[in-house]
Each structure stands twice: as structure tokens, then as C-alpha cells.
């Protein structure tokens, strides 16, 4: 392959995987190009997971076999030595402990290359690509080495940056206290579901969430204790709720639920679990078991009217009765 043509594959390549909008997207990129860039290999990719403690599997073309889920850095000799491994080109060769090969090991007809993708000075991965049966270590495969490092180098940068911009949305989405979703993102979700139930009448129904005498707390054992507190209530909160219930901390104390496809009967249900849990929680402060903690609950339900605006005003109007009439209680708006 010419270096004019390396050139403009590169650049394909490179356009495509910048272009991805998850890490999804990206691996699908790799698979479809490393297949089609080098014909009659096959070969894997492996990122660091976040815990820095080993590599997954996310992406193979042409193996024939199923991808190995996690391999640990010592499993690859080009990982351990911190640079490309061509093997069958050394004087000594050792077959690295993630390559399959029958059962035999060192053997002439293995012919693979594993290259750690590096960005920014940070190793991030491996690329580990085995050619055909029978492949020399003739000019041609030295030039097909050289393109697969340099495509190594495209993957690597894209990789580290779809995962910047990832963890910078998980920043400005979330509380950074909690965990949980922030203000600003349950609206954007708030106004989509809203659309949805417009569209396709799916019950969508609001949850308002307020802790019981907090500002107590933060008073008597001060706001560290507060913070536990809140934190405590996250993970309670967390553990009761379901995949496709959003849940965010819009104030200091106080929660929002969106919960999608659920009439009032079910998020009443919902809720009033989600109560009880919390008044099950014993938490402890600095070796102190604070005073139990409640929660005052309004729900809310979409009628065909209904706008942001007004199901929101309903779901607080519910919390307010809930406060008024004694606390640690969840109510229908009022007239439910």
C-alpha cells in the first residue's frame, strides 16, 4: 500500500472515529476498518477499565473465536515492556498470555503484533492484530506494521477523548455531592418526557421529594452530618428506584422523580416505598447514630393539559399537603 493511500485511509479513519458520539460508536468504527484495512487478519482491542486493574474486550474483527472479556497488563509482554511487540521478529520469542493458539506456544507459524495505544504520555490499551499463516518479515509486512501503529495512534487519541467529553457531561450533569442527576439536567429530561407523553399518551408521572426537618440537622450536628445525610438518602433512594425512573437532586434538600410510563396508582406505590425506606435507615455521623430520618412525598400525574409547569406545580402542591398534614407521608395533589 502506498504511503499516499496510508495517507488518505488515516485520514478516513481518523474523520470516522472523531465522529463517534459514544464508545459504542467508536468500537464499531475500529471493527469495521481494522477489518477492511488489513484483509485476512483478525485481531482485538483492549481499554483499561476505569479502576486501572486490567483491560476489557470491547471490539474483534475475524477471530473466529469468542473475544476474551479481560486480560490483565501482564498477560502481554508489549504492555509489560511498554512497546510494540512484533512476534516472530526478535531473537527471543514468548507468546503473550491473552493470544490463543491451539495449545501450542512459540510456534513458527504465529505471526501477530501487539501494540499498546497510547495518548496524551497515558497507555490506555492494547491492539493486538495476527495476521495469516505463512506472513513474512519481508519490506511489505514492515510497512503494514508501521500503518497498524500509526492506526493504533488514530483509535488511541479518539478513545481518550470521547472519554474526556464523556466525563466532562457526567460533571456538568450531575450533583457532585449525591451522584445524582442535577437540576439542570432533570429539566432537559423533564421537557423530553413531557413531549413523549404528548405524542404517545404513555402515563408520565412526578414524584416531589422533601427531607423532614433537615435544616435541624445541619443545625445541631452541622453540615458535615448534613452531607451524610444526603448522601445516605441518595443511596436509599438509588436501591428502591428502577431502570427508567429518573431521579435528581434539584435543591438543597429536596428530590424530583420522573417516573416514565406509570400511572398515579403506581408512582404513589413507588413512593411510598421509597418512604419507607428511608424511615428503615440508621445513620451513623462520627460515631453518633442521628435522629431518624423522614421524607414528605406529593405525587403527581399527566393529564392531557398538562404542561412542565403545571405538573410541577401539582407535584409540590402534593408535597405541601404532605408537610402540612404531619410529615414523613406521601399525598396526592390536592382534590385526589
Known amino acids: 500500500m502506498s504511503v499516499k493511500r496510508h495517507g488518505r485511509y488515516l485520514a478516513e479513519l481518523g474523520e470516522w472515529l472523531h465522529s463517534a458520539k459514544s ?11 481494522m477489518a477492511r484495512l488489513f ?4 485481531g482485538e482491542l483492549y481499554i483499561y477499565s476505569n479502576s486501572r486493574d486490567g483491560l476489557d474486550g470491547v471490539c474483534e474483527w475475524n477471530r473466529g473465536e469468542a473475544l476474551h472479556a479481560h486480560i490483565q ?13 512484533r512476534y516472530g521478529a526478535g531473537l527471543a520469542d514468548l507468546t503473550c498470555g491473552h493470544v490463543d493458539c491451539n495449545g501450542e506456544r512459540d510456534t513458527d507459524d504465529l505471526h501477530y503484533t501487539c501494540i499498546p495505544i497510547i495518548a496524551h504520555g497515558d497507555t490506555g490499551g492494547l491492539l ?18 508501521n500503518f497498524a501503529i500509526q492506526c493504533a495512534e488514530q483509535i488511541s487519541l479518539a478513545v481518550a477523548n470521547v472519554r474526556l467529553r464523556d466525563e466532562l457531561e457526567e460533571q456538568s450533569t450531575r450533583d457532585p455531592l449525591t451522584g445524582l442527576f442535577n437540576r439542570r439536567h ?71 422523580l420522573i417516573l416514565h410510563e406509570q400511572d398515579f396508582a403506581a408512582a404513589h406505590a413507588k413512593a411510598e416505598r421509597v418512604r419507607q425506606a428511608v424511615e428503615a435507615m440508621d445513620i451513623n455521623y462520627d460515631g453518633v447514630l442521628l435522629p431518624r430520618v423522614t421524607i414528605s412525598c406529593g405525587v ?17 402542591e402534593a408535597l405541601y399537603k404532605a408537610k402540612d398534614t404531619g410529615r414523613n407521608r406521601v399525598c396526592p395533589v390536592l382534590g385526589s
Open 300 to 316: 403527581a400525574t399527566a393529564d392531557k393539559d398538562a404542561t412542565i409547569k403545571s405538573l410541577l406545580r401539582s407535584s409540590d
Open 23 to 33: 464508545l459504542e460508536e467508536l468500537y464499531r468504527v475500529v471493527r469495521r476498518f
Open 128 to 145: 493486538h492484530i495476527r495476521f495469516p499463516e505463512g506472513s513474512s518479515q519481508s519490506t511489505e509486512d514492515d510497512d503494514r506494521i
Open 73 to 85: 497488563p501482564d498477560d502481554c509482554w508489549a504492555l509489560r515492556r511498554g512497546r510494540v511487540l
Open 186 to 256: 432533570f429539566m432537559n429530561r423533564f421537557r423530553t418526557g413531557m413531549a413523549a407523553f404528548h405524542k404517545h399518551r404513555h402515563p408520565l408521572s412526578l414524584v416531589s421529594i422533601d427531607a423532614d426537618h433537615f435544616k435541624k440537622i445541619n443545625d445541631v450536628y452541622g453540615h458535615d452530618a448534613g452531607d451524610v445525610v444526603l448522601r445516605n438518602l441518595s443511596d436509599t433512594f438509588t436501591s428502591v428506584i428502577e431502570d427508567g425512573d429518573m431521579l435528581a437532586r434539584v435543591g438543597g434538600e429536596e428530590f424530583c
Open 39 to 42: 484483509p485476512g487478519s483478525a
